[in-house]
């Protein structure tokens, strides 16, 4: 249908039907759209962790497929064999699955234009290369390696961009048969041509780039018989149905040479546009050598899938009506996602945003009937992890371990954790351990020794009979603190050492009820053996 649209827009038309021909071409064009399914793909090599510019790309085409019914395609690009990493291609699936974005049709999912991986598709590559040979858009270059590698030096030494000459473009049938007879290795390069005609970028609007003054002839085809990855991007896009093309802005002085190759074939290309640069808050590039911006850092760090992708949309725009600071989950997302609403500036990370968000997921799971399930068990998988030594004794685990205690301890630190690792740092030891040792050399003198003041303290907190909560637990440490002539700071802080070995701390009230009446008394008890 397309190509029908393309042809009637080319006959010529009398000027008085000028105007019922536009308002014909119109209804055909919009005709023409609703009948093409929008088909858009994340084309990732596995060259190790995903990152968190390429969770974005991700993402952003996930959620532009959604908006629109269409569907979202993972295809693994590795036509690079230099550069794999075993098993990334799996752990990149993986992960989009745990940031809850799934492919329609992927390697693992199968589908109808696969297969999904390029190093399966290579005979396929083959046989569209013979087509660009023979329609004079391609040729065989037989330049060593040494003489590339003289071009590329002497460029470098004039200060000049280096490029290949296109020596080879200009080789007679007969030297190409000559070289061929002997042997000599040969890779394929495309014929690049002058463009004089921008482009229309669905984010930047138009844009000119004559690739060929800047670079020579690409290869298309390695020596090794493996595409490169503008060949096989654009086989690929074209036999998948690819309809629109998000992807970063450092692809776009590329796009037209991949509007070259389609012209050679004479295929219509679809839509792109380029997603905005992510830079640190400095304003300096991201690297992929950074591991606190892989996706399975966060994952592994406890944020949630829904903090992680609220905080790469918050970055770039692309919504209409979304509030910052308000969570929104993924199918919230794809309802307000605007193409035309994403930015054009570079994106600087915030990660104090993240935390805000990761905040947020967790209260709101906190209210959830069906998340808080899910919280608990990975907070008792954690606290295993971390003390699995100081969690020995079975009468231990049955207490910290339990939902109820887990509970306490979530809704206690809700506004002061911004992720679940929060609460196994050293600092909330106490919550899942009794400490080891005391530093009573912190604690000011006292008229009585620490043991005898921590005794009227255990009588006082089991004594309460009614609930045992901060207002009761303060009240009884305050008639010790009168009775050893202590201010209630001192005798505060004296509980506390007893309690969690650490001098600094939450109000002591509000710990001591989240810890329980019997649990309070035995680590006093604890610490009065200490004391011994």
């Known amino acids: 249908m397309a190509q029908l649209f393309t042809h009637l827009q080319r006959i010529p038309l009398l000027p008085c039907k000028v105007q019922e021909a536009r308002k014909f071409m119109r209804l055909f064009s919009i005709s023409a759209q609703k009948a093409c399914q929008v088909r858009v793909r994340f084309a990732p090599s596995p060259t190790g962790h995903l990152h968190l510019g390429g969770l974005r790309t991700a993402l952003y085409n996930f959620l532009f497929a959604k908006s629109k019914n269409g569907k979202f395609i993972l295809r693994i690009e590795d036509t690079d064999q230099t550069r794999l990493v075993v098993h990334a291609a799996q752990r990149l699936e993986d992960m989009l ?289 971390t003390f699995e030594e100081k969690l020995s004794s079975s009468a231990v685990q049955e207490k910290v371990l339990n939902p109820e205690y887990l509970t306490s301890v979530l809704m206690w630190n809700e506004d002061r954790i911004t992720c679940l690792s929060d609460l196994v740092r050293p600092e909330y030891t106490y919550l899942w351990a009794i400490p080891d040792h005391l530093p009573l050399d912190q604690l000011p003198a006292m008229p009585n020794s620490y043991a005898d003041i921590l005794q009227s303290i255990l009588e006082a907190i089991t004594a309460i009979s009614d609930n045992f909560t901060k207002e009761n637990i303060v009240t009884s440490i305050k008639v010790v603190s009168k009775q050893y002539g202590l201010k209630t700071p001192a005798i505060m802080k004296l509980i506390r050492i007893a309690v969690t070995g650490m001098k600094e701390g939450p109000p002591v009230g509000e710990m001591l009820s989240v810890l329980g009446q019997d649990t309070a008394a035995a680590r006093i008890k604890h610490a009065l053996h200490l004391l011994e």
Not at 117 to 138: G, P, T
Not at 145 to 153: E, F, I, P, S, V
Not at 201 to 228: F, Q, R, S, W
């Open 97 to 385: 699955k745990w940031a809850k974005i799934y492919p329609d049709e992927s390697p693992t999912v199968g589908g109808p234009r696969g297969p999904y991986v390029q190093s399966q598709r290579i005979n396929l590559y083959h046989n569209y290369m013979k087509n660009l040979l023979e329609n004079d858009s391609a040729y065989k270059c037989f330049c060593s390696k040494l003489r590339l590698d003289w071009l590329r030096n002497d460029a470098i030494r004039r200060n000049e961009t280096p490029k290949y000459d296109n020596k080879c473009r200009y080789l007679s049938q007969v030297k190409i048969e000559e070289l061929e007879r002997k042997g000599t290795p040969y890779c394929i390069r495309f014929k690049l041509e002058t463009i004089t005609d921008p482009y229309q970028d669905l984010i930047y609007g138009p844009i000119l780039i004559n690739v060929a003054e800047h670079e020579g002839d690409p290869v298309m085809m390695k020596a090794d018989g493996y595409p490169t990855y503008h060949f096989a991007n654009v086989v690929d896009d074209h036999l998948m149905g690819i309809t629109h093309v998000l992807r970063g802005v450092e692809w776009q002085i590329s796009t037209p040479k991949h509007l070259l190759l389609y012209k050679a074939f004479g295929w219509n290309p679809p839509l792109f546009g380029h997603l905005p640069l992510i830079v640190n808050r400095d304003g300096s590039k991201l690297s992929k050598r950074q591991d606190d911006l892989h996706i399975e850092h966060y994952r592994d760090q406890g944020y949630s899938p829904e903090a992680v992708l609220n905080f790469v949309t918050d970055i770039g725009g692309g919504f209409e009506g979304k509030e910052h600071n308000v969570l929104l989950t993924i199918e919230e997302l794809s309802e307000k996602f605007n193409l035309a609403r994403l930015t054009k500036n570079s994106c600087r990370l915030d990660f104090d945003k993240l935390k805000l968000y990761n905040q947020m997921d967790l209260q709101r799971c906190l209210k959830s009937p069906t998340e808080l399930p899910v919280l608990l068990d990975q907070l008792q998988d954690l606290v295993k992890k």
